[in-house]
């Protein structure tokens, strides 16, 4: 599982989309989601990568970070895994 924390007080949260990169390969999108956590399922081994980007009930979309906000590394059938919390 991929857990997350959003909030925006004006207008509220409609959908957070999480994105992936494996071995530094380009991001990605897994999709957008309305709840914490993301249930992700590893396709590959390797180093995985993962950053969210918000979106609130106004349209506003969340920059991109520079860097990722969590990260795993999978060696081993592929599988469901988990990362630390993001923001």
Partial sequence: ???YAASDVT???????LFFQ????GYSSYGSFASS???????????YEFYTVATDGAGNVEAA??????STTVD?????????SMR
């Fill in 1 to 3: 599982d991929v857990p």
């Fill in 37 to 47: 956590p993301i249930s992700f399922t590893a396709t590959a081994n390797g180093f």
């Fill in 22 to 25: 494996i071995d530094g390969g």
């Fill in 65 to 70: 970070p520079g860097t990722a906000d969590a």
């Fill in 76 to 84: 081993g059938p592929p599988t469901v895994c988990s990362v630390p």
């Fill in 11 to 17: 207008s509220g949260v409609a959908s957070v989309e």
